[in-house]
């Protein structure tokens, strides 16, 4: 069992390379955290006007719906795909026997949570200027889809990291699938549009009910239970299968990289 001493050595330095990783990325940059927002925000504002303007989609607050679903889906985005070269792209840490490898897909991750938590402000903006508010349902349902979506990218980027390690193509490969799922998921669409009878192809995707389900908390003050228990089992099985994996791959690791 790991006693109270290890766990604060491991959250102090979580905390330690979270904060170099931030200030490296923005080191020496103007407008700083904004640039993680800046590619969201674009792709909304061009889904925005082709599909709320010119093909007059008729869903209220169609801005807001998008940001709902494409804040976090960035998040992901960025984690995934980042994940399949973690260890790659870190072999000084990989290499040291006493430095817990797993820890390296985990800053990655956490460093990526903080841009989103950081882009529920400029969300805000847009609910307010649409004349919406927040929901009391925000201050259970945000920190749970937050530890959900964590959960998530975390298991994802152990499997995907893994695996990396000894098929190099599975890089490449990953980010055919990211955009694929994109097109497969409700974040330029609502799942209100789909036949029933379709559902359960959204049921099936992996990733698409995280994402209704921060699209309900954010834009509609509700949670749908069938959705939100699909997302708690998906995260539950990346996480298993991702830990399954690393551990039965890790050791290989330094001699193949």
């Known amino acids: ?128 200027y649409e004349g919406l508010r927040p929901g009391w349902i925000w201050l259970w349902g945000v920190p749970l889809l937050l530890a959900l979506t964590l959960a998530t990218t975390y298991g994802l980027s152990l499997l995907l990291g893994t695996l990396n390690v000894f098929f190099r193509d599975l890089g490449n490969l990953v980010g055919i699938c990211v955009q694929v799922a994109f097109f497969g998921t409700p974040i330029m669409y609502v799942i209100q549009m789909v036949p029933e009878n379709y559902l359960w192809v959204f049921r099936a995707n992996p990733v698409a009910p995280l994402f209704i389900c921060w699209r309900s908390v954010l834009a509609e003050n509700t949670v749908v239970l069938a959705w939100l228990v699909p997302a708690c089992l998906y995260a539950a099985v990346f996480l298993l299968l991702g830990g399954l994996t690393f551990h039965a791959l890790q050791r290989r690791f330094a001699e193949i990289i």
């Open 1 to 128: 069992m790991t006693s109270p001493r290890k766990w604060i050595w491991y959250r102090d330095l979580l905390r330690v390379l979270v904060h170099k990783e931030l200030t490296v990325r923005y080191k020496g940059s103007v407008l700083g955290f904004f640039w993680s927002v800046l590619n969201p925000l674009a792709n909304a504002y061009i889904f925005y006007v082709v599909f709320g303007l010119f093909m007059r989609m008729n869903v209220p607050h169609f801005i807001v719906v998008l940001l709902s679903a494409m804040f976090p889906w960035q998040c992901f985005s960025n984690c995934v795909q980042e994940g399949t070269q973690t260890f790659l792209a870190n072999p000084t840490l990989v290499k040291k026997v006493a430095f817990p490898r797993q820890a390296i897909p985990l800053v990655m991750n956490l460093q990526n949570m903080v841009h989103l938590i950081l882009s529920l402000p400029i969300f805000l903006a847009f609910l307010f």
